[in-house]
Structure formats: C-alpha cells, structure tokens
C-alpha cells in the first residue's frame, strides 16, 4: 500500500491553475481494489510538517451546515514538467489519462443566509456509483460493488479536486451520462486523517453529476481490448482465444499494426481493477498484449524462446528442469483453451513493456499457422490441465496454493460469459476443492447447457 501513500502525499502538496475562478486543490489517490472489495474500505493517511497541527472535526451540528458547490468533471492528466505538477484538461487518449470531479466544500451562517469556504484542513472522500442513473443510500456504508471512492484533502479555499480511473464507472461510449457522487469527511487525529467506507456522506452533498464518455473504437480495437491481463479469477481465456483468432487472419505485419495502434491509446492500468468493457477504451490494460504475443507468434528460429516477462516474478514458476514444459507461461494451452497459471507476483525495478514483446514478434517471430480451436467443455480442459504431473509438481512445497479453484473459475468464468442469463456474483463465491461433487456437478452443468465454441462467431455459445 505505499504507493497509495505517495500518491496521497504527492497530490494533496499541489495547488494548480485549472479554472479561471478557483486555483483547485489537486489532492488524490488511486486505489487498486476499487474501494473496499478487501476490506471495510478504511484508508488512514500521515502527515508530515506542513500539515496544520489543529484537529478541526466537525460535529453532527455543523456538518448539516456543509455544502457542496460542484464543479467541472472532464478526462485529462497530471502534468510532471515544470516546477509542481499541474493539472491539464486533456480528452485525448493518452495512456496517464485520469476523470477529474471538482468542488468546493462550504459552510452556511448559522441562520443560513450566508456561505464562505471552509477554512480550516479537512480530508474528504468522494464517492461516485459505479452505474448510471442509479441512487444509493450512503448514509451507513458505501460497498466497493456499487462505488468507487478516492481521498483528497482540503487546504485552502474549500476547494479540492479529485482524480480517479475514468474505468471504475460504467460510462456510456460517446455519450454524457450521469452518476450519483456525495462527499464524506475523513477523521484527524494529530498527524493522522482516517477515512472509512462507514462514514455517512454528508446528506446534502448527494448531487447526479454528468460525465463524458469513452470515444468509439473500431471492432478490432474492442476485440483486442477484451483480451483479458494478469488476473487469475476474473481471467477469461475465450476471449484471449478470440482476439488471437481475429488477428491471425491478417497476417504478421496487419496484426503487429493493429497491436501497436491498441498500445497508442490503451491505459496502463496494471493497478486498477476495472471490470474490462470491450467497447470502453478506458478499461484496457496494455499489459493484455503481452498474452496475445505469446499465443500469436511463434520463435522464426525453432532454437529460439519467446521473450520472458520481465520484473514480474510469476508465482509459482517452473522449476528448471520443468521449464520446457510451460513454453507460454504465465499461461498453458489445454485444449487450446489458454489457462492463466499464476496466483501472485510483484512489480521490481522498471517494469516491462508489451511494446518489447511486439519488438520481438516483429524481428523474431512468425504468425501461428492455423487458429485455436477450443474443446467444447472448458471445465473438461480444465480437470486435465489440473491432473498433469507437471501441474502438480508446478504448485507442490513452497507454491501449494488453491490452484484447483484458481483454474476451474477460469473455466466456468467461459460458461458465465456464454449465457448472459447466468448472474455473475460479487463477490463471487469461493469454489469447493474438497467436494469432488462440485466438480462433477459443474461439468454436468456445463454438458447440460450444450456450450461449445462457435467457429462463425468466434466464442462459446449455448444451445
């Protein structure tokens, strides 16, 4: 969690110049969970000399007396040249691109008929619905399923602006929509500010805000886009098999093409939890092209390997002497269903880039002869990729893990995806391992829908 405190520590130190009438206060942070999926949603936050020393929190009484003035909400990026970063309005497509939703706290007289900014140093939390047009009620909790939250603090002015991954909300594409925001006040205690997802928003804060959505992509773009990253449970393998199917057809240069122009605009959000929309532009992860190359290109050179990711030591890895058995990892095609192996993993050092790899497609590699064809049970695939000796030996001593879940989710995340009619749970409930009847009951199920994949359509289909 120290990046969270760098970033928290970074911001709020920032005034910038945005709007001809207010000098807004840039404070933020990002979360990586989306707010409170893990936990109860509490983020505490240090201070250091330059915060004031005074605890100023106020009472139910003057809370009722806050308001909120809304602001302007626009797409654009933090701007590091210069002597402090600055805030830039920007819709274009680069890939630091952030939404930023701005306002300024105020006080009421006691009889109301005046209003001026606070003036005293206040943390706040803005929390946005994750979906359009919907009304919750926050006046107990805020649940990480139905918002997203980022902490700023106030400095001067009242004013504040707070940025958060334009993903996390569920905008239409190229349409303004609007979405449920409030404020609730962080808790100071001397060099510490406290928020928690069970702190009540201030009532009279909840405003409807508009928001621009994502531009409109062409269909191979969304194709590539929905190709899922590093994430073993929410990981969907038909539809890396699906992007892999779309590119092949074009040939080694078109495909390269295609990749580098999907990298100009996709956001590297390697620390977001975004619920991938193939349409939105603003839910990709670049670090997807990483598994494309690896199942699109082959080595020209049969003495030659595919690149290794770098600066990500995958858990678990082979062993040495098993290595030539996992040619793809992190991934492994069973069936011609591509499972996602790993369960962890930490960034060290400079962190790599897809753009090397399609490097290396480009100069070393050659297009896959013929496109995958997946088996049409994937909870089959799935108990087979699991009974491999190499897979045991993969998780055994030191990397045992839970990897029986990890890959039949993987499985079953294809049946989900296949019939939109099956709800998909948050959180999603955990898988049994001990129970081979769960198992045995998840292949009936998925033999009983008729699934199999769709050479036409390029995806799994129920009939």
Known sequence: MRWKFANLLMAVCLTCAIAAEFNWASGNHSTSSGGGWDDDGEYTFTTDDSYPIEDVNPDANKQKRLVVEWGKVSMGYMDYEGDAPTWKDDHSLRDDRQLSIRGRLMIES????????????????????????????????????????????????????VTMSPGELRRSVGKETRFQAAISLGQKEGTTITWRNTFAVLPQSVAMLTIPGPPAINE????????????????????????????????KEKAIHELREFMKIARDASLERATRVDEDIDTSNKTCVFLIVRLLFEPEDPKDKLPDILTVPFVPAPAK???????????????????FLVYGGAMG????????????????????????RPLDNPVIAAGRLILLPQTKRLYDGPNHYDFKSMI??????????????????????????RDDRDWEARVKAATDFKIHWSESEQKYIMK
Request: aromatic fraction near 10%; charged fraction near 25%.
């Open 110 to 161: 006691v009889d109301g008929k005046r209003r001026q900014p606070i003036d005293w140093f206040q943390g706040i939390r803005l929390v946005v619905s994750r979906l359009p047009d919907k009304k919750h009620d926050w006046s107990k909790t805020q649940e990480g399923h139905d918002a997203v939250w980022e902490e700023s603090v106030i400095r001067e002015n009242g004013e504040f602006m």
């Open 321 to 339: 002497a098993d290595k030539y058995l996992w040619p793809l990892h992190p991934v492994y095609l069973q069936d011609d269903i591509p499972f």
């Open 408 to 433: 039949y989710k993987q499985a079953w995340n294809i049946i989900v995806d296949a019939d939109p009619k099956i709800p998909k749970l948050l959180p999603v409930p955990p898988f049994n391992t």
């Open 349 to 372: 050092g400079q962190p790599d880039q897809p753009e090397r790899h399609v490097d290396w497609a480009e100069e070393h590699g050659k297009i896959r002869s013929k496109p995958l």
């Open 220 to 251: 191979t773009l969304q194709i590539i886009n929905g190709a899922p990253s590093y994430d073993q449970h929410d990981f969907n393998p038909a539809k890396l098999v699906r992007t892999v199917n779309h590119l092949m057809p074009m040939g």
